[in-house]
C-alpha cells in the first residue's frame, strides 16, 4: 500500500471519528437538555442515589465523554474484510442476544447474564478462558454492585 493511500485512509477515519464524536455529543446534549436533566434545580435537591434522573444523567454523561474521546483520539483504519462468514456471526449474536432478552425473565438477571457474558465470546471466536472469566466476573460483580450496594434496588 502505498504511503499516499494510507494518508488518505488515515485522513477518512480522523473525519470520521471527528464528525461520529461531535453527533454523539451534540445528541447526547440535545437530549439532555430536552428533558431538563441540565436543569440545576433537579441536581440541587439530590439527596438519594437511587434519585430517578440521576441514572440517565450519568448515562448521558458518559455518552458525551465517548463523543469527546471519538474526536480527540482516533482510531487506525483496520476494517476487516467483508464475508458472509463475518455477518453470519453478527447475525448469529444479534439472535443469541434475543435469545438472552427471551429468557431474561424466565430465570432472572444472575444466570441469564452468566450465561450471555461468558457464551457470546465463545460463540464469536473468542477462546481465551481466563480473559472470559474476568470479564464475566468483572462485569457482573460491578452491575450487582451498582444495583445492590450502590441504588439499593433488586436485580430481577
Known amino acids: 500500500m502505498s504511503i499516499d493511500t494510507q494518508n488518505q485512509q488515515n ?16 445528541l447526547s446534549l440535545l437530549i439532555a437538555a430536552s428533558n431538563s436533566i441540565l436543569s440545576l434545580d433537579r441536581w440541587a435537591n439530590i439527596s438519594v442515589i437511587s434519585s430517578s434522573h440521576l441514572v440517565p444523567g450519568l448515562v448521558l454523561l458518559g455518552l458525551f465523554a465517548c463523543g469527546i474521546a471519538l474526536m480527540v483520539w482516533h482510531g487506525q483504519p483496520k476494517l476487516p474484510p467483508l464475508s458472509l462468514k463475518g455477518l453470519g456471526k453478527e447475525f448469529l449474536s444479534l439472535l443469541y442476544l434475543l435469545g438472552y432478552t427471551l429468557i431474561f425473565p424466565l430465570v432472572g438477571w444472575l444466570w441469564a ?3 450471555l457474558v461468558v457464551t457470546l465470546p465463545l460463540l ?15 462485569t457482573i460483580g460491578c452491575v450487582w454492585a451498582v444495583f445492590i450496594l450502590g441504588m439499593g434496588a433488586p436485580l430481577p
Open 11 to 26: 485522513r477518512v477515519v480522523r473525519v470520521a471519528s471527528t464528525v461520529t464524536g461531535l453527533i454523539v455529543s451534540a
Open 113 to 115: 447474564s452468566i450465561a
Open 124 to 138: 464469536v471466536g473468542y477462546r481465551n478462558p481466563i480473559g472470559i472469566a474476568l470479564t464475566a466476573v468483572i
